[in-house]
Every structure is written in structure tokens, then in C-alpha cells.
């Protein structure tokens, strides 16, 4: 039989549910960072996101979040920006969202900014979409069809 060699099996890589992130402390943006929302992920530890600043760069995310801290797109992070490339930045944190509300609460954020509520915030009044348009059928107008 062959000898166990290495040191435990996928639930050691797992690694123990750290809820380190029940109350942690709002982290505001220094100078050399900026917020950012994903636009989309691309694999790799990449995303494409939209900087406050009204630029698109190409987002690496850090070893320590990577596997750890899942991205969606949708989601408001903070990013370092690079000196030497303005159109690549580094994935710095990610934002829960009720502080990312918080965030847009203190003026951070632009008033704009979708924050990603789910499917519940999707039909508002205030997106250009009126609910009037919607037609509602009776049930003999779907018989006829």
C-alpha cells in the first residue's frame, strides 16, 4: 500500500469557517486607491472593474483573496492603483454589501452607483423603466392566443 506522504487530504485545504468578517471596521480609500465595481470576472484571479474615477482597468486580485474572498460582478472593492500602468490596478478588499451601503451613505460612493441588491432591486421607478408598460393579459386574452 502506498505511504501517506503529505499532510491531509481537500478539507486541510478548505481550512476552518473564520468568521473574521462578522463587524469589521470600514476601510476607507488612501491616496494611491480608489473604488471600484466589477464589471465581470475573467479568470485567472482577473476581473474588469469601473473605477469611481470613471476609468476601466484590469483588476488582478491578491493572493490572500484568492480562493478565500469570492468576486461576483456587481461587487464594490477597493483597488491600488499602479504607478507604472494606469490602466491595471490590484485588488486590495472587497466591500460587503451592507457596507458598501454605508459607504454610498457617507458620500464615498457616487449616488449612481448600483450597489448589487439582487432581483428585488431590479424594477424601480427611478430607472427610466415605467411599470405601466407592462401589459397584463386575461386569461381569455391567452385562450384566444
Not at 473564520?18 to 476581473?47: P, S, T, W
Not at 485588488?91 to 449612481?112: C, Q
Request: hydrophobic share 30%.
Amino acid at each position: 500500500m502506498p505511504k501517506n506522504k503529505g499532510k491531509g487530504g481537500k478539507n486541510r485545504k478548505r481550512g476552518k469557517n473564520e468568521a473574521d468578517d462578522e463587524k469589521r471596521e470600514l476601510i476607507f480609500k488612501e491616496d494611491g486607491q480608489e473604488y471600484a465595481q466589477v464589471l465581470r470576472m475573467l479568470g485567472n484571479g482577473r476581473c474588469e472593474c469601473m473605477c469611481i474615477d470613471g476609468t476601466k482597468r484590469l483588476c488582478h486580485i491578491r493572493g490572500k483573496m484568492h480562493k478565500k474572498v469570492w468576486i461576483a460582478a456587481g461587487d464594490i472593492i477597493l483597488v491600488g492603483l499602479r504607478d507604472y500602468q494606469d490602466d491595471k490596478a490590484d485588488v486590495i478588499l472587497k466591500y460587503m454589501s451592507d457596507e458598501a451601503r454605508l459607504l454610498k451613505a457617507y458620500g464615498e460612493l457616487p449616488e449612481n452607483t448600483r450597489l448589487n441588491e439582487g432581483i428585488v432591486g431590479d424594477l424601480e421607478e427611478d430607472d427610466g423603466i415605467d411599470v405601466d408598460d407592462y401589459v397584463e393579459f386575461e386569461d381569455e386574452d391567452i385562450d384566444r392566443i
